[in-house]
């Protein structure tokens, strides 16, 4: 079974629109003798990633995949943390000058572990969908708060309302937990119609 555990929980600190503040929660997901994190934060969270993993007794080298949601920078700051591992992106998002493997689809990674396109906040925006013992979307800035959620309202920042409105739609759809991308794991209201 597919396993979850939250190396640093993320936070975005705002004045009004203006962002002071962001950094993204990263994940690890253990599937089999895959393990994968998705995003990996900023700077300013790399003793709590190093902490974490320590604790759950994988180190960075054992990491084989990384799965950055977007681009930007509070989402990918730890990168050369994790040295050995493939990098997965969407093609959108994909710079040229990398070598991430560039994803199109919604692709299967390990057995329970999909990437969704889930577009809105970047063109290519994607989550991470696990089946576990509950099912888990890793959402990303496709749900960057448990606000954005609790108040069905896209991102702040988004380059489209209607299609961001649709990916949390997906998401929701979909998952049990959702683990937005600056914050902690939240159980989607079970009264909210599927």
């Known amino acids: ?19 002071e503040e962001a ?7 253990r599937s089999g003798n895959v393990n ?8 300013e969270m790399l003793p709590a990633i190093k902490t974490s993993v320590r604790q759950v007794g994988v180190l960075p080298k054992d990491v084989s995949i990384v799965v950055l949601t977007h681009m930007h920078d509070d989402h990918c700051g730890n990168n050369d943390l994790f040295g050995k591992a493939k990098f997965y992106v969407r093609k959108e998002e994909c710079p040229e000058e990398k070598s991430f493997i560039q994803v199109s689809g919604n692709t299967e990674i390990a057995p329970g572990v999909r990437l969704v396109h889930t577009p809105g906040h970047t063109e290519g925006s994607m989550s991470v969908f696990v089946e576990s013992e509950r099912r888990y979307a890793i959402a990303g ?15 702040g920042i ?14 929701t759809d979909y998952a049990d937990v959702i683990v ?3 914050g902690f794991p939240f159980l989607r209201d079970a009264r909210k119609e599927r």
């Open 36 to 43: 994968i994190v998705v995003d990996t934060s900023t700077k």
């Open 1 to 19: 079974m597919n396993r979850l555990d939250i190396l640093a929980v993320g936070n975005l600190i705002r004045n009004g629109n203006t962002i």
């Open 23 to 29: 950094h993204s929660t990263s994940t690890l997901i």
């Open 158 to 171: 988004n380059y489209d309302v209607t299609i961001a409105m649709e990916s949390i739609k997906s998401i």
């Open 141 to 155: 800035d496709a749900i960057p708060l448990e606000d954005n959620y609790r108040k069905m309202v896209p991102p």
């Open 180 to 182: 937005p991308g600056h």
